[in-house]
């Protein structure tokens, strides 16, 4: 089915909507971790739909079905990542757009284009610049609750603090130790992390869905038989037949293994994730010997 044949109805009835939220403000966020960050932010004031939570799907492979057309068209607020990650977002969006929505587009917020590594999520101070405009966003679209909005941002900006503090406890203790991974999920919270990543032409190529290059598996092979990597990080939610193969044979050599996730976790805030992930790595290096 047609985007335009998703979204057309449900337009019409959006733009016949009053100015006024009716109840809660209406948001839809591509991704989960977008929406908690809404959700938290919004409080009662929102009611969140996230369209990308399913654990066990590769965000990769997600087609858009008609109830998500319904579900955009209908929202005040839109948020999604951009720079390629989420393009059924945009197609979506051009179909029908409604001048009384107000969308945003993560990557912009951090100055990202295409061809740069989309996971932004994984540096939280993406987090902070999103939950910033969010409150903005509310406050314009509903007034009435500003204060509420402005409150729960510094509620936020605090509850980052924990993630930020094992960051830099990281960072004291593991700069400048070489690392690897099966694709760049993980990329900016290496960088946050002051670890050099290599092989990153390989992780590009398993991310894009292409075959790596023999050179380029060549090089991850001898990174980790002869230990040059401290670490590798794999997708646990989205397999590949030589990601495979690289992970066992990180786990052969006795190199540090960690899974990380594309979508938040079921039962889990954003904070809680990105300290999972973080003791994950803490618990993999400490216990590595080197």
Not at 74 to 79: D, G, L, N, P, V
Not at 156 to 167: A, G, H, R
Not at 195 to 216: A, C, G, H, I, Y
Request: hydrophobic share 40%; proline share 6%; no cysteine.
């Amino acid at each position: 089915m047609k985007v335009t044949a998703i979204v057309a109805a449900a337009f019409l009835a959006a733009n016949a909507a009053p100015t006024q939220p009716q109840g809660p403000v209406g948001v839809v966020a591509a991704e989960n971790f977008y929406g908690d960050i809404a959700a938290q932010v919004g409080g009662p004031g929102v009611k969140v739909t996230s369209i990308l939570s399913n654990p066990d799907q590769d965000p990769h492979l997600f087609e858009a079905s008609p109830s998500v057309g319904r579900s955009v068209s209908q929202a005040r607020i839109i948020i999604y990542n951009g720079i390629g990650y989420d393009p059924w977002m945009r197609r979506l969006l051009g179909a029908a757009r409604s001048s009384r929505q107000r969308t945003i587009v993560v990557s912009d917020l951090m100055e990202k284009k295409d061809g740069d590594n989309p996971h932004i999520w994984y540096d939280p101070l993406t987090m902070l610049r999103l939950a910033r405009a969010l409150s903005g966003a509310l406050a314009s679209v509903d007034p009435a609750h500003k204060a509420d909005y402005a409150r729960r941002l510094t509620q936020f900006e605090e509850s980052l603090k924990p993630v930020m503090s094992k960051i830099a406890s990281l960072r004291r203790r593991f700069t400048g130790i070489s690392v690897t991974a099966t694709e760049p999920i993980f990329g900016y919270m290496f960088a946050a992390l002051g670890m050099k990543v290599r092989d990153q032409s390989f992780q590009l190529s398993v991310m894009n869905n292409t075959e790596p290059s023999p050179s380029d598996i060549a090089n991850l092979e001898n990174d980790l038989k002869d230990r040059k990597v401290r670490l590798m990080i794999y997708n646990s939610q989205a397999t590949d037949p030589v990601a495979s193969r690289m992970e066992n044979l990180a786990r052969e050599s006795h190199v540090a293994v960690v899974g990380a996730t594309e979508t938040e976790p079921p039962g889990v805030d954003y904070q809680q994730w990105m300290l999972r992930e973080l003791d994950a790595v803490d618990h993999a290096l400490s216990g590595s010997a080197r």
